[in-house]
């Protein structure tokens, strides 16, 4: 082992995120489940609600033989609601084709609903110790600032690289404050300016987006006991305050495009989870 590797796992093993519960108990479910949670969402919002998930979800047979309108239930809380549905449909695929095992090929795991070339490198590394490096923007950060040279250093990815690499940019290798002096790998990095960031446009507020809109349909229709309905009329009254006065008419096109999704089940003018 190089002295750059040795270095970096050596820091790891005092500094690392060890307590996140996927870390704690692994298994290639576990992964899948955190990797489709923290898509977007902070690490700290994610941990409370994994573990309630998985005492309600234990297995990833217990996840496919739910309603995925429980799975939405037990998804409140952590936004983008569309990852909760093609997590189920993730899980569904691994029992109806490969038994119920989490594949480890590449190729199978990105035939999986809703899963892309980052989750399925982080499944392998993470779950199976893979010589594959699941690359988000806090590694892809550590590896632009090292250069080509220290990435070869580093030699295979797996299990305890990918993990320090990854909690090396979320903690000391941050975009604007990067503590340089307590890097671990201080010795072979370049130290590559990043890229610019583009300034975000100014744009609408968040309370008057589509994006909220369909949250507060689905956040209303989780209060309902499953398998009730709620009339377009009703569900209209109780999020109108919430939908910067939408008419009837725009809550039916929020409600067809959630429709469309899988997020809702639409029958004779009321709607539900599904």
């Not at 919002?45 to 309108?69: C, D, N, W, Y």
């Not at 744009?203 to 369909?214: C, K, L, N």
Request: hydrophobic share 40%; net charge positive.
């Amino acid at each position: 082992m190089n002295a750059l590797r040795r270095s970096l796992l050596a820091w790891h093993a005092r500094a690392g995120r060890s307590d996140l519960p996927w870390r704690r108990k692994r298994s290639a479910y576990r992964t899948l489940v955190s990797e489709f949670m923290a898509q977007q969402t902070q690490i700290e919002r994610v941990v409370p609600k994994f573990e309630t998930f998985m005492r309600r979800f234990p297995t990833i047979r217990a996840l496919a033989a739910a309603r995925s309108g429980d799975v939405l239930r037990e998804w409140k809380g952590l936004g983008y609601n569309a990852r909760a549905i093609r997590l189920h449909a993730a899980a569904v695929a691994v029992v109806e084709r490969h038994g119920g095992r989490v594949p480890r090929d590449a190729a199978a795991l990105r035939a999986l609903p809703g899963v892309g070339a980052y989750t399925a490198a982080a499944v392998r590394a993470f779950a199976y110790n893979l010589d594959d490096l699941p690359i988000d923007v806090n590694i892809g950060r550590v590896l632009h600032r090292l250069g080509e040279n220290a990435r070869r250093a580093l030699g295979a990815s797996g299990y305890e690289v990918a993990s320090a690499l990854m909690d090396l940019g979320a903690g000391l290798c941050s975009r604007r404050e990067p503590h340089c002096e307590e890097c671990p790998l201080r010795s072979g990095c370049e130290r590559r300016p990043l890229p610019r960031l583009v300034p975000k446009r100014k744009g609408v507020r968040f309370e008057s987006t589509t994006r909220h809109a369909r949250g507060r349909i689905v956040d209303r229709l989780r209060d309902l006991p499953p398998g009730r309905r709620i009339s377009l009329l009703d569900l209209h009254r109780d999020v109108r305050s919430a939908l910067a006065e939408r008419g009837v008419d725009e809550l039916r096109d929020l409600v067809a495009g959630l429709e469309r999704d899988g997020l809702v089940v639409v029958q004779d003018d009321a709607v539900s989870l599904p």
